[in-house]
C-alpha cells in the first residue's frame, strides 16, 4: 500500500512569505498525485494534480512537483496571505484510491 | 457548474441505530469514490464504484458497512448497527475516470455522531 508523509505537520509565516510544503511516499509506481485544501469544517478542494508522465503543474501562486524517482512532491506557495491558512492535504494514487498524508497545517499572518 | 453534493451536512445518532448516507456526484462523472476522515486515522479510502458496480470494496471496515450506486449517479453509504467508532466524516469523491487523470472532486462530507 502506498504510504504518505506530509513534512511539516504544521507552519506559520508573516504575510508575503513563499513556502514550501513537502511530500513523501513509498511506492514510485504511482499514477498521479494530487494536492488539496481543506478548510475547518469543510470538504477538499483540489489544487492540482500532477499526472505520473509530468514532472509539474502550476494554479496562479501554487507550483507542484513530482519527482517519482525519489519519492517526493513539494507545494510551494508563493506571496503567502492570510486566505491561504489551511490544512494541505496531499494523496498519491497507484490506481483509483487516494491514500492521502495526515497534512500541513498552514498559519499565515498579517 | 454543480460540485459533489452530500446529504445530510451532520448527522447524530444512537448506537445500534442504523444511517444512511447520500452522494450526489458531479453530473457525467463514471466514478464514485467513499473516504472516511477521523482524528486518528486520517483519511482512508472505503469504496470504489465504477457505474453502478464496485470493483473494491476492501477498505469498509466491517461488514455493518455497504454502499450501492444506482444510475450510475447517486450513492448511498449504509451503516448497520452503528458504533461509537463509527464516528467520522464520511467524504464522498467523484471524477471522471482514467482518461482524464483521475482528477477527484469532493463533496462537503457528512459529519457523523454516534452517541
Known amino acids: 500500500k502506498q504510504e504518505v508523509t506530509q513534512i511539516p505537520a504544521a507552519l506559520s509565516v508573516p504575510e508575503g512569505e513563499n513556502l514550501v510544503l513537502n511530500c513523501s511516499f513509498t511506492?514510485?509506481?504511482?499514477?498521479?498525485l494530487q494536492w488539496f485544501r481543506q478548510d475547518p469544517g469543510k470538504g477538499l478542494t483540489s489544487l492540482l494534480l500532477?499526472?505520473?508522465?509530468?514532472r509539474e503543474q502550476t494554479s496562479g501562486r501554487l507550483n507542484a512537483s513530482l519527482d517519482k524517482s525519489s519519492g517526493r512532491s513539494t507545494l510551494y506557495i508563493a506571496a503567502s496571505q492570510p486566505g491561504d491558512s489551511a490544512t494541505y492535504l496531499c494523496?498519491?494514487?497507484?490506481?483509483?484510491?487516494?491514500?492521502f498524508g495526515k497534512g500541513t497545517s498552514l498559519l499565515v499572518t498579517p | 457548474g454543480a460540485g459533489v453534493s452530500q446529504s445530510p451536512s451532520n448527522k447524530v445518532t444512537e448506537k445500534g441505530k442504523d444511517v444512511e448516507l447520500r452522494c450526489d456526484p458531479i453530473?457525467?462523472?463514471?466514478?464514485l469514490y467513499w473516504y472516511r476522515q477521523s482524528l486518528g486515522q486520517g483519511l482512508e479510502f472505503l469504496i470504489y464504484?465504477?457505474?453502478?458496480?464496485?470493483?473494491?470494496k476492501s477498505g469498509l471496515p466491517s461488514d455493518r458497512f455497504s454502499a450501492e450506486r444506482t444510475g450510475g449517479s447517486v450513492s448511498t453509504l449504509t451503516i448497520q448497527r452503528t458504533q461509537q467508532e463509527d464516528s467520522a466524516v464520511y467524504l464522498c469523491?467523484?471524477?471522471?475516470?482514467?482518461?482524464?487523470?483521475?482528477?477527484?472532486?469532493f463533496g462537503p462530507g457528512t459529519r457523523l455522531t454516534v452517541t
Open positions: 469523491a467523484s471524477s471522471l475516470g482514467f482518461t482524464s487523470g483521475n482528477e477527484q472532486y
Open positions: 464504484f465504477q457505474g453502478n458496480s464496485a470493483p473494491d
Open positions: 511506492d514510485s509506481a504511482i499514477y498521479n
Open positions: 453530473s457525467g462523472h463514471t466514478a
Open positions: 500532477i499526472q505520473s508522465s509530468q
Open positions: 494523496a498519491a494514487t497507484s490506481g483509483y484510491a487516494l491514500n
